[in-house]
């Protein structure tokens, strides 16, 4: 998905994670330092009355993110945002997928902005994003 | 208060392996950060320095998350400068009834210089009623 180095990929391949598990929450937790409970102590999640723990917002942002990043480059990104949905259960399988809306020439590149979003294997999406990205010409 | 946050080159890996990326811009020794890595902050964040918003925390949902790059994203090996304000605050009548309560935290990012590289914006939102009263 490099097209970027030739020329603008206008229809990317959609990216799927998972199953994700509580593993990944864990991993999330600690490299983020967001240690709420909620994320990987069962009887916590529990006891609040969620069947289970559920995944940080905040980490399928950043599995989005991975996707963005590798279509339109790392070092491209100039924003990124997400709003938050619906809840991501361990065993879930996401699905991150883009489209661009925009493309405005600048005199150092091509501004891209894109829509986001990363979906359950219910299709019910758990997070809405878009991002600009300022691709070298 | 403005306080120190440097990019540490293990922390990005760490963060690159946890959104399963395999990107090779987050793993050379000036590695960019990837877009998210900023909410990392809060391994900086002295105790009690955050502004409490004051909202219920039963009742407390992250609603949006955005980052601003004026520039490419901060490298590995730079050390920023971090500070978090409440920057807005609003409302909006609950679906069922109530008031459900917005407050936006900026958090700016200083490079060596004192040049704005890089913005968090979180919003935050209270819920009118309990979440877990909801229909999931």
């Known amino acids: 998905m490099s097209e970027t180095d030739t020329g603008l990929n206008r229809n990317p391949e959609p990216r799927v994670f998972g199953p994700v598990s509580r593993a990944d929450f864990v991993r999330y937790a600690g490299a983020s330092g967001d240690f709420n409970p909620m994320h990987y102590d069962e009887p916590f999640a529990t006891g609040a009355g969620f069947p289970s723990v559920f995944s940080q917002g905040m980490h399928q942002a950043a599995l989005l993110a991975t996707f963005a990043t590798d279509w339109l480059g790392a070092e491209n990104i100039r924003r990124f945002h997400v709003r938050f949905r619906e809840q991501v259960w361990p065993d879930d399988v996401l699905t991150c997928s883009g489209t661009i809306t925009q493309e405005e020439r600048q005199a150092d590149g091509l501004l891209v902005t894109a829509d986001l979003t990363c979906a359950r294997q219910t299709g019910a999406v758990a997070i809405v994003g878009s991002a600009d990205f300022l691709i070298p010409e | ?136």
């Open chain 2, 1 to 136: 208060m403005p306080f120190e946050f440097p990019i540490e080159r293990g922390k990005v890996r760490e963060f690159a392996r946890a959104m399963q990326s395999d990107n090779q811009a987050y793993q050379v020794v000036d590695a960019v950060v990837p877009p998210t890595f900023l909410v990392s902050v809060a391994h900086w964040t002295p105790v009690g320095s955050r502004p409490d918003v004051g909202f219920d925390r039963k009742r407390l949902l992250h609603g949006e998350q955005e980052y601003i790059f004026h520039g490419p994203p901060p490298r590995c090996g730079q050390v920023l400068s971090a500070e978090t304000r409440i920057a807005d605050r609003y409302e909006k009548a609950g679906r069922r009834g109530g008031t459900m309560r917005f407050a936006v935290m900026v958090t700016e990012f200083r490079d060596e210089g004192g040049t704005l590289v890089a913005e968090q914006r979180m919003t935050v939102v209270e819920t009118a009623v309990a979440p877990e009263s909801e229909p999931t």
